[in-house]
């Protein structure tokens, strides 16, 4: 039975009910591919690891135990990864950009640079690529107006992505976002067709996870 066993960075602000909230959330997102996985009678599983050392250091020695077939790893780019082709770089930068910005040459020197992926800088890049389902989670005083115009939200920094939803949610009765408090529910309610229109990093997950588990 083939496996995929994916590292996921986020939950430290939180407890073990919030990690595995976020990992309901996250396999939500992806759900296609998870089902695609159960079709081919794959085991499937999403770890969310608290803060982004210690996702790469679970992912490190899950690679050394050979925990599965596909051991991925996906983390926040946090800046601009240098790329030949801009906002679509290659798996080598990929990983080049952790080594460099991180120091992560050992936890990723038995990687395979096609199982290491980001989240554009940060994973609420994702969230604000549906803004219709984002105003339709915060409702009345949400204003859409304020959030990134940019069509390729991989581009976006990530003070002035949480500038702009701070601005954006913070007129309504549910608040101003909070990713312990509304990144879940959010996560379960984007359209992943309309994350991977405008992040291409989400794309190039989910082509890799559905090349991945269509040769498995």
């Known amino acids: 039975m083939s496996s995929i066993k994916i590292f996921v960075e986020g939950g430290g602000e939180t407890n073990a009910d919030g990690r595995g909230e976020l990992r309901v959330a996250f396999d939500t997102l992806i759900g296609a591919q998870k089902e695609a996985a159960r079709k081919k009678r794959m085991k499937w599983d999403t770890v969310f690891c608290g803060g982004r050392s210690e996702t790469a250091d679970e992912f490190a020695k899950a690679l050394k135990r050979k925990d599965a077939d596909f051991v991925v790893l996906v983390v926040d780019a946090e800046d601009e990864v240098t790329s030949a082709t801009p906002s679509h770089p290659t798996p080598a930068e990929r990983v080049k950009h952790l080594e460099t910005r991180d120091g992560w040459t050992e936890q990723l020197k038995e990687a395979t640079p096609e199982h290491v992926h980001l989240m554009t800088r940060c994973m609420e890049a994702w969230v604000v690529a549906d803004e219709e389902k984002l105003e ?28 702009a939803i701070e601005k954006a949610t913070k007129a309504t009765k549910k608040g101003s976002y909070g990713k312990v408090k509304h990144a879940s529910a959010l996560l379960k309610m984007v359209r992943p067709g309309k994350v991977a229109e405008r992040c291409v990093s989400f794309q190039q997950l989910t082509q890799w996870l559905d090349a991945a588990i269509g040769g498995a």
């Open 136 to 163: 339709e989670f915060y409702g009345k005083d949400f204003k859409k107006n304020a959030l990134p115009k940019r069509k390729v939200l991989d581009e976006e920094p990530k003070t002035s992505l949480y500038a």
